[in-house]
C-alpha cells in the first residue's frame, strides 16, 4: 500500500513563498507520475502540478504557472514544491497524489490519480 504524507503547510502572507514536501513509503516512487491538487472551501479539487519521470514531463495548471516548480528526489521517495508570489486564492488544501500507472502522459484529472496523501492546509493572507 502506498502511503504519501504531505507536510509544509502553514499561515503566509501574500507575496511570500511556500516549500511543500511529500514522502512516499511503500511503493515504486520512481516509477509513479506524481502530482500536486489543492482543494479551497466550496471547491472542487484542483490541479496544481505533475511530474512523470518518463522525459522529466512536466505539467503546470494555469493557475500557478510561472509561479510554481515541482520537483522530485527518487531517492529519497519524495515530491516538492515550491509556489512564489502566494495571492490569497491560493488558499487550499494541498494534496499530493500519485498516479501509479506512471508514463510519459500526465493527466490533470484527479480520478486518474490512485493514491492520496492527507493533505496539508496552505493559508495565504493579505
Known amino acids: 500500500q502506498v502511503r504519501l504524507v504531505e507536510s509544509g503547510g502553514g499561515l503566509v502572507q501574500a507575496g511570500d513563498s511556500l516549500s511543500l514536501s511529500c514522502a512516499a513509503s511503500?511503493?515504486?516512487?520512481?516509477?509513479?507520475?506524481m502530482a500536486w491538487f489543492r482543494q479551497a472551501p466550496g471547491k472542487e479539487r484542483e490541479f496544481v502540478a505533475a511530474?512523470?519521470?518518463?522525459?522529466?514531463?512536466?505539467k503546470y495548471g494555469d493557475s500557478v504557472t510561472g509561479r510554481a516548480t515541482i520537483s522530485r528526489d527518487n531517492a529519497k521517495s519524495t515530491l516538492y514544491l515550491v509556489l512564489n508570489n502566494l495571492k490569497p486564492e491560493d488558499t487550499a488544501v494541498y494534496y499530493c497524489?500519485?498516479?501509479?500507472?506512471?508514463?510519459?502522459?500526465?493527466?490533470?484529472?484527479?480520478?486518474?490519480?490512485?493514491?492520496w496523501g492527507q493533505g496539508t492546509q496552505v493559508t495565504v493572507s493579505s
Open positions: 511530474f512523470s519521470q518518463i522525459a522529466l514531463n512536466i
Open positions: 511503500g511503493g515504486a516512487f520512481s516509477d509513479y507520475i
Open positions: 497524489a500519485a498516479d501509479s500507472r506512471g508514463g510519459y502522459y500526465i493527466s490533470s484529472r484527479r480520478y486518474e490519480y490512485d493514491y
